[in-house]
């Protein structure tokens, strides 16, 4: 056995169904699926030998990883494109999940890791029961988030959950008032843009304070560009 096999069968049993459902762009085991304002990732996980060997798996079992990029937030790291179109790694997303397996493996307990064994006598049951728990729950994981008021809905009411979704921050974190400050601008909601946006400001004054980086300072800069442009910008649409 090995994760040429398994990559030929999730090829042949799970791929189809994902273009069904607009998971139409690949490379290797990574899968996308564009709107208007993210991309939409799926991506079967594979383990090198150390990680495999901590896990107690082989190194061609496999997770099911999902992830939501939001594309009007500033990129922090650099996003892959191919023919001009984003290609983000699924841990850049600002959303991220998982798919839990539907059978047991008694060998080995772990819900969101589906073992395939040397011999791969499991191969094909785990590989059927990952595509219909795609089709039971990974599919309906992104609903969540399929429009910007159920996103702004997460951000400022849902603590964030290993089992369920995660990624976005506690509450009060700089990466959670990120969020917020870009999806509340998208929904014009420019007062709480600028607050979040603020709280940024204070954190990397306070970071700087302690730390002395110069990186803070840039940020404390760049930031206060983005509260001019949307001031700027609120104030054009209602003087217009």
């Not at 090198?48 to 922090?76: H, Q």
Request: charged share 30%; aromatic share 14%; proline share 2%.
């Amino acid at each position: 056995m090995d994760s040429k096999t398994v990559n030929k069968e999730l090829n042949s049993i799970i791929r189809p169904i994902l273009k069904q459902n607009g998971f139409d762009k690949f490379s290797g085991r990574t899968y996308w699926r564009y709107h208007s304002y993210k991309v939409d990732i799926l991506n079967f996980q594979s383990f090198n030998s150390y990680n495999a060997d901590v896990l107690g798996c082989t190194t061609f079992s496999f997770a099911v990883n999902l992830s939501v990029y939001l594309t009007y937030l500033p990129e922090k790291t650099k996003i892959k494109e191919k023919d001009g179109i984003l290609r983000p790694d699924e841990a850049q997303g600002h959303f991220r999940g998982s798919v839990k397996k539907g059978f047991e493996q008694p060998e080995f307990p772990r819900k969101d890791i589906w073992l395939i064994d040397n011999n791969g006598e499991y191969i094909l049951t785990a590989i059927n029961d990952c595509k219909n728990q795609i089709q039971a729950t990974g599919l309906d994981w992104y609903n969540k988030f399929d429009t910007k008021e159920k996103i702004f809905a997460i951000l400022t009411e849902d603590e964030m959950d290993m089992d369920g979704t995660w990624g976005f921050g506690n509450f009060d974190s700089p990466n959670r008032n990120e969020l917020i400050a870009y999806t509340a601008y998208e929904l014009g909601q420019t007062d709480i843009a600028i607050q979040k946006l603020q709280r940024l400001i204070d954190f990397n004054k306070e970071q700087y304070e302690i730390m002395k980086y110069d990186y803070y300072l840039e940020q404390i800069k760049r930031i206060n560009k983005e509260i001019e442009r949307i001031k700027t910008t609120h104030n054009n649409v209602y003087t217009k």
